[in-house]
């Protein structure tokens, strides 16, 4: 494609010849180009193809406004773009059954709650340090996963829990090394809950990071479920170090 690297040579008298000129789509984009907004309108014709899961392609700068994920995710009603990431563990690894008691950690703004109610005709309970608004056919505790008054009021509202769900992130500060050691921790007391109040045989997803405390984290989960990957999903940022733990039938 051709970049027009001065407009004056275009023509000899140093006027845009503006009525001659036949607007092409690859003339805009020439234009485009000379005008630094390339990356913006070839990527805005590329990007739209629809998919299933969404993908990791975004249009512009921002990582909130103009991500194509969040933007079907606001469309098709969800809270949250995190809804496809759980749709899509779902599709490959079927951990929820339609008659499944369902916990969600770390459950506010409430797609993944709102996933989950498509999911089973059972209970639905969704935790979080913030408070969720409500939903139908969904209970929500405002608390801390860790709290022991928060783990007896789950048992109290399910009796019998099936899958125990974690998409729950602490506050980054921003410092790596730092952060991952949080994470992984947090994602431990997860994986200590699911164990606690889950009936055998129950599945347990945990969103984590990679990094050198992942394997470790790994390696714990094993010990406790028969079978246990790893998944990252389509709709994870560009260059996130995010994947999701999905283990399957607790042993104890
Ligand atoms: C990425 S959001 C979850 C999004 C959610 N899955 C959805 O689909 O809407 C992470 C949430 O984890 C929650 N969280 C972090 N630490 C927590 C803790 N110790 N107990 C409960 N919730 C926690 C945060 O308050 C935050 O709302």
């Known amino acids: ?4 690297t001065n407009i004056k040579d275009e023509n000899t008298t140093g006027h845009f010849p503006i009525k001659k000129r036949v607007f092409t789509y690859s003339s805009i984009l020439n234009r485009i180009s000379y005008t630094g907004y390339s990356h913006i309108v070839t990527r805005t014709f590329r990007d739209f193809s629809p998919d299933l899961f969404g993908g990791t392609i975004r249009t512009m700068g921002s990582q909130w406004g103009y991500d194509r994920t969040h933007l079907r995710a606001k469309h098709e009603g969800y809270r949250s773009r995190a809804a496809y990431k759980l749709l899509e563990i779902q599709h490959k690894f079927a951990i929820i059954r339609p008659d499944d008691n369902i ?5 506010a703004p409430g797609s993944w709650l709102q996933v989950e109610r498509t999911l089973t005709q059972a209970k639905v309970v969704g935790i979080d340090l913030n408070p969720i608004a409500a939903l139908d056919g969904v209970e929500t505790i405002e608390g801390d996963l860790n709290d022991p008054e928060v783990q007896k009021k789950v048992l109290t509202l399910l009796g019998v829990v099936n899958v125990v769900v974690c998409d729950a992130s602490p506050k980054l500060s921003g410092h790596k090394s730092y952060d991952q050691a949080r994470i992984i921790e947090l994602n431990e007391q997860a994986l200590a809950f699911a164990c606690k109040v889950s009936k055998q045989g129950g599945n347990f997803v945990v969103k984590s990071f990679q990094g050198t405390d992942f394997p470790e984290l790994y ?3 094993k010990q406790h479920y028969y079978s246990v990957k790893t998944c990252i999903t389509r709709s994870t940022r560009k260059g996130s170090t995010e994947l999701y733990i999905v283990a399957k039938n607790l042993v104890g």
């Open 1 to 4: 494609m051709r970049r027009i």
């Open 103 to 107: 916990v969600d950690l770390g459950a």
């Open 219 to 221: 390696a714990m989960t």
